[in-house]
């Protein structure tokens, strides 16, 4: 296979010797004496321009090289007349690998609605915005991998299939091999999963940080990075039913030290982008600004996409508690008529994503790192603070995506922990395992939960989630 990479042509800028490309026609534009075929191959954002002689290149062939066909094309690298690209290729000989039926090939070479694409889910990564998002989206993952590596901490992986459902909060999907609309029953009517292939009633995970706690007791610092799942209702534009979740878990780290570590990690993923996919975050910087171009002044961001990366990558996050973010808010006119009046006396209720909002875009104009929540709104397995209210949890949130982080100083004193599961009906005799990490050599330890789609959101600038995961899983949308 002589194949050569697109990229590797415009790294290396081969002039004068004779390559072969495979890839995909984007457009073909020309006339009799002369065709110009846009070929892209994924490997760049780039279009590679392949100018086919009709003197060498049958009518025949070049009738087949229409948008979405396959090529394969050798030639000659030549210096381009035109502007933008350095080179481009003569081609001696064309052989179309895959032909695209242009009356039935449903992406035209214009432009596409995201529902359209949605909807085509199966063939967007090979439009520009796609195929950068999807090149963006590996090099964020790579990097997870690279800071939590350099830092020493283990990979762990968590199972897919528990009997937790880690803290009774998010709704879990069932896995059974029972046939559910006969399913053997107990003598008191219940579905008997006893004789199920677990022999108990098992769900998909919604988080791998009870089992990340394990690890971390006996390897120090570990993180979890891997797919987790929520049957909520997830119609909005930051959640899906399967979305990929980053867990790191630190023995001997404080609440602090959790904080610190995430808004280093995070500054970190997003340096690592804006020096590994300049050219794609140029791209969906300038399609976002014309996105905004189209909306009224008042609802126009104030910062482009890189200036934006930057700003946060560059610049201490604000550290508040939810008491002190109760306070702000109260105190706060979010337009020109309305208080946040209803949160007067709301100490202990849960912010709602435009107090979030409104304190991140409106207020502090930063990512915000909010502390010290209310226990009754926050997890069994936070670490109590002293004042008897408090644990000591934290999220992070970020403009324009909310909640990007949760996390908290784990509650490692067992006589606190199984008291809080008492109050809270956390049955102890299922967590027996989890206890033992109490019982036996308890060590302070935190960590935190990273939802991966909301840092690819973030960092692509792109609008919805679901077009930040090649195939998302979204109520009605389970096909590919
Ligand atoms: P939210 O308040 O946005 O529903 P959460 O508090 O329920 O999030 P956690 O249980 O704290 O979420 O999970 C940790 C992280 O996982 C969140 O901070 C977020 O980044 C991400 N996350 C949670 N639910 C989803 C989802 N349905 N889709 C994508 N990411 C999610
Ligand atoms: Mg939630
Ligand atoms: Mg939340
Ligand atoms: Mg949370």
Redesign the pocket.
Known sequence: NKRVKIKTILDTNPIGSEVTLMGWVRTKRGNKNVSFIALNDGSIITNYQVVADPNLISEEILKKCTTGACLKVTGNVVDSQGAGQSSELNATAIEVLGEADPEKYPLQPKKHSMEFLRENAHLRMRTITFSAVFRVRHALAFAVHKYFNDKGFFYIHTPIITASDAEG??ETFKVTTLDLKNPPKTDDGAIDYKQDFFERETNLT??GQLEGELAAMALGDIYTFGPTF?A?N?NTT????E?W?IEPEMAFYDAEDNADLAEDFLKYVIQYALHNCAEDLAFLDQRLQEEEKVKPADQRSEMSLLDKLSFVADNNFVRITYTEAIEILRNSTPNKKKKFSYLIDAWGTDLQSEHERFLVEKHFKKPVILTDYPKEIKSFYMRQNDDGKTVAAM?ILFPGI?????GSQREERMDVLTKRMEEMSIPQDEMWWYLDTRRFGAAPHAGF???F??MVLFVTGMGN?RDVIAFPRTPGNAEF
């Open positions: 909060a998010g919604v988080s929520r909520e997830s930051r959640h899906l039913a979305f979740m999220d909310g909640e990007i982080v949760g939960g990273l939802g789609e909301r989630i």
